[in-house]
């Protein structure tokens, strides 16, 4: 038989407890318990003494052992490279709010861009502590490769990349292709037939999956239609509505203007739509206007944007279930994107 070791049935055992699985909060005996996680009987003793000790299990002579009324937590560290990215911060930030609900507290978010050199170290400090866990968007220092495959049982990453981690941790990627397809079969099912698509990236000729989605819905691809604002991520808010003015020029000095515009991210479209608005433009009645993210990014917005992207929400309950599970099996998933219909879009006059 394969001993786990008594951390690890100390997170199975206070998942179960979570989710109701122990009639009363009684547990089992430890015999039956040993071979529930498929370890011995002397790391699950060792696992529910140190429980005991910390008040979150009580014994009760010649009863048995009962979990305590005691919130059960555990610190839960997000990484990611940048602040200024608004995508990885307001995930991180969104889960950190949910993550109480799941058992996970307190939460951390840590810029790692600011501090490359040091990821490794501060890896070895979170993961010293058998209860912490962490949550990944992207891996700035290639030393820090071995210390996550060691503690794989802890970890979560949000890509797909780092081939090291392949069958080591768990990943989870967002399928933007689908979500661009979903964005594109919308307008279209709509009745636009000139859309406009504005685009972040700076790969030149990139034109993503939005437009070969457009074309298989027979909407000829028209370059004119086509926006590329290659310096956004790396520009300041300020620079940011600049490029929406000049974006939103063009297409209206088009002599057969759109009826739609796709943006490349809910910041952006939030912004575009805000500046429709404030050039006197009726959206959605005179312009749709529909972002990729999907719910990201819309808290405070002034008008709630119409979006394709991965449900916060659904990301959110795989990641603690996963964690709770002690992030087994290690897999690797790719979530579907879903249609957030907002105040943005309507079919055109």
């Given at each position: ?5 008594y ?47 910390e ?15 005691v ?77 996550i ?10 890509r797909?990349?780092?081939s090291?981690l ?12 689908h ?94 739509a ?9 959206v ?29 929400e ?36």
């Open positions: 038989m394969q001993d786990k070791g951390n690890s049935v100390k997170r199975s055992l206070l998942k179960d407890i979570i989710e109701g699985r122990f009639a009363e909060g009684k547990l089992p005996r430890r015999i039956e318990m040993a071979t529930m996680y498929n370890t011995t009987i002397s790391t699950c003793t060792k696992a529910v003494a140190e429980l005991v000790s008040g979150r299990l009580r014994t009760v002579s010649g009863v048995g052992t009962f979990a305590n009324d919130p059960i937590r555990h610190p839960l560290y997000f990484l990611i490279h940048s602040l200024k990215q608004p995508l990885y911060m307001q995930t991180a930030k969104v889960l950190s709010e949910m993550a109480p609900k799941y058992g996970f507290s307190p939460t951390f978010i840590i810029e790692t861009g600011a501090c490359v050199e040091e990821e490794p170290n501060i890896l070895r400090k979170i993961y010293s502590d058998p209860q912490a866990f962490v949550a990944f968007y992207s891996i700035m220092n290639s030393k820090s490769l071995p210390i495959q060691r503690n794989g049982s802890r970890t979560i990453v949000y797909f990349g780092d090291e392949k069958g080591k941790v768990s990943r989870l990627s967002f399928n933007r292709a979500g661009e397809s979903l964005a594109a079969e919308y307008l279209v099912q709509l009745g636009h037939k000139r859309i406009a698509h504005i685009l972040t990236c700076a790969t030149p000729h990139y034109n993503g999956n939005f437009q070969n989605a457009l074309g298989i819905a027979g909407i000829r691809q028209n370059k004119r239609l086509v926006i590329r604002l290659p310096k956004w991520d790396i520009s300041a808010n300020s620079e940011h509505w600049a490029m929406v003015q000049k974006s939103y020029e063009r297409i209206m000095a088009l002599s057969n203007r759109p009826t739609a515009v796709f943006c490349h991210n809910n910041q952006l479209g939030i912004m575009f805000e500046y429709c608005i404030k050039m006197g433009m009726k959605p009645d005179e312009i749709s206007i529909v972002g990729y993210e999907g719910q990201l990014l819309q808290e405070h917005a002034s008008i709630k944007l119409t979006s394709a992207g991965p449900s916060i659904k990301i959110a309950d795989w990641t603690f279930r996963k964690m709770l599970n002690n992030c087994l099996p290690i897999e690797d998933i790719e979530f579907p994107c879903e249609l957030f219909l907002g105040e943005t879009s309507a079919p055109p006059l």
